[in-house]
């Protein structure tokens, strides 16, 4: 399986971020969630939400309902958006394949490169 990121690098305070995971060598549809994390320095891996194979969303409670988790399953993709972003939203964004929820590590499942998100204030 592959997957990569894709959407604007840079983004200003207050707007939403919107990223596109591109899924190719896999069905969305079939088993597995569809992830998104992200990783800063000093912060770490923080898992921001997940849509499963049957359409369900799960979210980390953290983000405060600023996520959407979404997919079109004719493209075989699916989307995040984050709403109300700060300079704390900086991050190196990726999508994956994960058979977990949350996710805490990279090591397992499979993952995009990540893009880089530059929130300005």
């Known amino acids: 399986v592959q997957l990569q990121e894709s959407g604007p690098g840079l983004v200003q305070s207050s707007q939403t971020l919107s990223l596109t995971c591109t899924v190719s060598g896999a069905s969305i549809t079939t088993d597995y969630y569809w992830s998104w994390i992200r990783q800063s320095p000093g912060k770490g891996l923080e898992w921001l939400g997940a849509?499963?194979?049957?359409?369900?969303?799960y979210y980390n409670p953290s983000l405060k309902r600023r996520a959407s988790i979404s997919r079109d399953t004719s493209k075989n993709q699916f989307t995040l958006q984050l709403t109300a972003v700060t300079p704390e939203d900086t991050a190196v964004y990726s999508c994956?394949?994960?058979?977990?929820?949350?996710?805490?590590?990279?090591?397992?499942?499979?993952w995009g490169q990540g893009t880089q998100v530059t929130v300005s204030s």
């Open positions: 994956g394949r994960a058979t977990q929820r949350p996710v805490t590590t990279t090591s397992r499942g499979s």
């Open positions: 849509i499963g194979y049957t359409g369900s969303v």
